[in-house]
């Protein structure tokens, strides 16, 4: 079956840099959207960078130009960049993958594998 595993998040200063990996497994790299989402306390969870099979990549404006997102087919590994951050950046990140063609990364599209997140503090 799928799983997706979260690791690389913890504690930085504003202005520092954390890099998130996400480990996936059971999960076909053929025709697929693979997203980051972050949900602060008291808030919406949010996608804030998205990547396809078909070479598409999107961001939220609020990361835009501090974040990257990429994977390595070969390690089946997921990972988001994180430079520049900001207290307002604080939440837990989850990485969520899903199986589809072109319009597999269009917004509130629904995300059937999950992982189990990772914490990001800035302060």
């Known amino acids: 079956h799928v799983q997706l595993v979260e690791s690389g998040g913890g504690s930085v200063q504003t202005g520092g840099s954390l890099r998130l990996s996400c480990e996936v497994s059971g999960f076909t790299f053929s025709r697929y959207c693979v997203r980051w989402f972050r949900q602060a306390p008291g808030k919406e969870r949010e996608g804030v960078a998205s990547?396809?099979?078909?070479?598409?990549?999107s961001y939220a404006g609020s990361v835009k130009g501090r974040f990257t997102i990429s994977t390595d087919y070969q390690r089946s590994m997921l990972y988001l960049e994180m430079s520049s951050l900001e207290p307002e950046d604080t939440a837990m990140f989850y990485c969520?993958?899903?199986?589809?063609?072109?319009?597999?990364?269009?917004?509130?599209?629904?995300?059937?594998?999950w992982g189990q997140g990772t914490q990001v503090t800035v302060s």
């Open positions: 969520a993958a899903r199986l589809g063609g072109r319009l597999a990364c269009r917004p509130n599209v629904k995300f059937d594998y």
């Open positions: 990547l396809s099979s078909f070479g598409f990549t």
